[in-house]
């Protein structure tokens, strides 16, 4: 504080001295000039109480100075001693607290070890007792458990039974339910018309006359027609109709194809009616193709391969029990479609196998085999997946191994269950029909044969350059005998075999 003092006191004290040196030369220059003597000494008295007047102002300021710098001094260590006091403060606390946390630590400490000990201690009472009890009971404690449990499995066995078959027939009829509404959904958003196939077409005549051109001279034009068709052309009474009948769709449609082309001609003679089915074959041929693709355009299946699509248009002839079997293919593809939709599976899977499922049957007539392998082979054959190859076999497995082929499976079952859809007793007419002719194409020397008059006869064509005359009564005879043999049918079966020789040449 004193050395505070001295510099300000040295502060006002410089320019105080700066004014005594200035009338200091100002004396000299009185001294040396006389008249200035008396003014010099006046200026001098009032300098040096100007120069004390300002050492007073400077020391009272010096002063206000020191006393606000002590008194600013004073309250900062009030503040300082404050804070130090509450820092004090909160260590005796924590310390407080930290010594009441070991306290306690120890404390749990200890009751951990009581507990500890009382485990113990009651370990060993229930093993004394355990000990006593086997003693007593003269039984061990694995014995014991399995006792009551045997006993236990015993009382409740009969109700766990009941509850599992309880559970189970709630479970089972819930899905029930489930499958019921799928299945419901699916049919009603999915209705198709079906017709049952019969075995006869009705051909309608201009006139009655037709009749007559159509049967000619001693029955020559119906014989070459039944002949090249394998049909029976049924000629009564009712007026402007004759009646085509067979067991083939194939062949009654030919026939009738072949009957419309000689009605609209107007001739009709044994040449005419060989180019009439000639020329019925051809067209027959394109509508097959025509018949495929409108049923893979229908189902929404594309990329199939031609020839594959010319086999799929031949189920258009196909039926079984009495359903026809494209009909069919089309109506288990749109329902196999729906199902999987339902189901999250493959689609475009579900729906190309359901669509080619019995695609066997196009040809199961001349390939040796199950339709199920056959169909398989075909489309294994046209390069389409393993997935939807298996579906042609797993339609008519117990389980299926795919998703698909269990949709497909069931998509088949409801179209074949529908009310009217098929019809037994014709498929058996059918496959009796069927039998007949595979058992008489057996011999050798045969080059077709056909059953007509719905299985009572059966029209029998021979190669004449390998049976004579002779050797036809002795076939005829032998044919007889084997359908008697092995087939089963009702009434008797008329074996008509016809030997014809016919040579053809030409005049150019």
């Known amino acids: ?8 006191t040295l502060a006002i004290a410089a320019p105080v001295g700066m004014v005594i040196g200035y009338f200091g030369r100002k004396q000299m220059a009185a001294r040396e000039t006389d008249s200035a003597e008396a003014k010099a000494e006046g200026i001098l008295n009032e300098a040096k109480a100007k ?93 014991g458990r399995k006792i ?50 019969t075995t006869t077409t009705t051909v309608t ?17 119906i014989k ?32 009738k194809r072949a009957l419309d082309k000689l009605i609209a001609d107007g001739r009709i003679h044994p040449s005419r009616i060989e180019d009439a089915i000639t020329e019925a074959k051809k067209e027959l041929s394109s509508d097959i193709k025509k018949a ?30 009495g359903q026809n079997v494209l009909l069919h293919s089309i109506e288990v593809a749109q329902i196999s479609s729906l199902l999987a939709e339902e189901l999250g599976a493959n689609v475009p899977v579900a729906k190309k196998g359901g669509l080619l499922h019995d695609i066997g049957k196009a040809v199961d007539h001349e390939i040796q085999g199950g339709h199920t392998e056959i169909g398989r082979d075909i489309m294994k054959k046209f390069g389409l997946p393993d997935e939807v190859a298996y579906i042609a076999v797993a339609h008519h497995e117990d389980s299926p191994k795919t998703l698909e082929g269990i949709i497909v499976k069931v998509a088949d079952a409801i179209s074949g269950a529908r009310p009217g859809a098929r019809k037994d007793s014709y498929e058996q007419y059918i496959q009796r029909l069927d039998e007949l002719e595979q058992l008489t194409n057996s011999f050798e020397g045969i080059e077709k044969s056909y059953a007509i008059q719905a299985g009572r006869e059966i029209r029998v064509f021979v190669k004449p350059e390998q049976i004579d005359d002779l050797k036809a ?31 053809i040449e030409y005049a150019r």
């Not at 005549?205 to 159509?214: S, V």
């Not at 693709?293 to 002839?317: H, S």
């Not at 032998?478 to 087939?487: N, V």
């Open 51 to 143: 120069s004390k007047e300002y050492v007073l102002q400077a020391k009272d300021k010096s002063i206000k100075i020191i006393d606000a710098a002590k008194a600013e001094e004073t309250e900062r260590r009030t503040e300082i001693n404050h804070l130090q006091k509450r820092l004090e403060d909160r260590e005796a606390r924590f310390d407080q607290k930290l010594l009441e946390l070991e306290n306690k630590q120890q404390q749990l400490r200890d009751k951990a070890g009581q507990i500890e000990q009382i485990k113990q201690e009651i370990q060993r009472i229930k093993q004394e007792q355990i000990d006593k009890l086997e003693k007593v009971a003269d039984l061990s404690k694995e014995d």
């Open 473 to 503: 009564h002795k076939l005829a005879r032998e044919i007889a005998d084997k359908i008697q043999s092995e087939l089963k049918y009702p009434g008797e079966i008329k074996v008509n075999l016809i030997r014809e020789t016919r040579v």
């Open 1 to 8: 504080m004193e050395n505070l003092i001295f510099i300000i």
């Open 292 to 321: 495929g693709e409108d049923a893979a355009y229908e189902v929404g299946v594309a990329g199939l391969d031609p020839k594959l699509i010319q086999i799929l248009g031949r189920l258009k002839y196909r039926t079984s029990y």
């Open 224 to 255: 070459a027609i039944e002949q090249l068709t394998g049909v029976e052309i049924i000629v009564d009474d009712t007026p402007e109709t004759i009646v085509i009948s067979g067991f083939s769709p194939i062949r009654r449609h030919l026939a």
């Open 148 to 197: 009551l449990l045997n006993n236990l499995e015993g009382e409740m066995k009969d109700a766990l039974v009941q509850r599992i078959k309880k559970l189970e027939g709630e479970s089972q009829k819930e899905l029930e339910e489930k499958a019921r509404t799928l299945l419901s959904t699916v049919i009603q958003r999915y209705a198709a018309s079906h017709v049952a196939e």
């Open 205 to 221: 005549l201009p006139n009655d006359e037709m009749k007559g051109r159509i049967i000619g001279r001693e029955g020559r034009n």
